[in-house]
């Protein structure tokens, strides 16, 4: 009975996983959809880690999740306190300003 309901999550976590990968492919101008869809790659994999610790009644897999949700949520802060501030600098925040920026240097 518990391998239906593992199908399930895992063609969830196999959906969010392509969500992402798909905005990552066709999105190449605005960083924020970039960000969200990197964002919704690792939440597919902490929930393969989540769906198989329970899976097999270890602890390991739900810790190591908690770690990369903490690690995911510093680099969404920092990536986003960038932005804000490039944002105010250059009043856009298109792929091609950060470029330029990253040329220029």
Known sequence: MIVNYITY???????????????????????????MSIELVLLAVNLNFVIFSVYLDD????IFSLFILTVAA????????????????KSSITIEEVVSIKNAF
Not at 10 to 15: G, K
Not at 77 to 87: D, E, H, K
Request: hydrophobic share 65%; aromatic share 14%; net charge positive.
């Open 9 to 35: 999550f895992l063609i969830t976590s196999i959906l969010l996983f392509f969500l992402g990968l798909l905005g990552l492919i066709f999105n190449r101008k605005n960083i924020l959809i970039i960000l």
């Open 74 to 89: 510093a680099e969404s802060a920092i990536g986003l306190a960038l932005l804000v501030t490039f944002y105010r600098v």
């Open 59 to 62: 602890i390991f897999g739900q």
